[in-house]
């Protein structure tokens, strides 16, 4: 099995910063891709960032310049930092990862921003 559990999400002003992790557990062989999604009320479920086991990073267009994903392979842990947030990227922010072709979803952090 394979567990996945996020931390940092909470409430910020607008303009302010937050840093999601999520740490990856279980019968792990190699991670391929790693990610970050979200979910706003009413709203479908988008990707945000993506991360390759290379390093080669993909951002959707809202976040780009203000996003940055990262992770630590030895760790298996994957993180989005979050910049110069905006009352639009109030969500629940889930991450996710490829193992083999399979796809794993942690159980999600909110993430609230005010205006």
């Known amino acids: 099995q394979v567990q996945l559990v996020e931390s940092g999400g909470g409430l910020v002003q607008a303009g302010g910063s937050l840093r999601v992790s999520c740490a990856v557990s279980?019968?792990?062989?190699?991670?391929?891709?790693m990610g970050w999604s979200r979910q706003a009320p009413g709203k479908q479920r988008e990707l945000v960032a993506a991360?390759?086991?290379?390093?080669?990073?993909n951002y959707a267009d809202s976040v780009k310049g203000r996003f940055t994903i990262s992770r630590v392979n030895a760790k298996n842990t994957v993180y989005l930092q979050m910049n110069s947030l905006k009352p639009e990227d109030t969500a629940v922010y889930y991450c996710?990862?490829?193992?083999?072709?399979?796809?794993?979803w942690g159980q999600g952090t909110q993430v609230t921003v005010s205006s």
């Open positions: 996710w990862v490829t193992i083999r072709g399979d796809e794993y």
């Open positions: 279980g019968s792990i062989f190699s991670i391929d891709f």
């Open positions: 991360i390759a086991s290379g390093g080669s990073t």
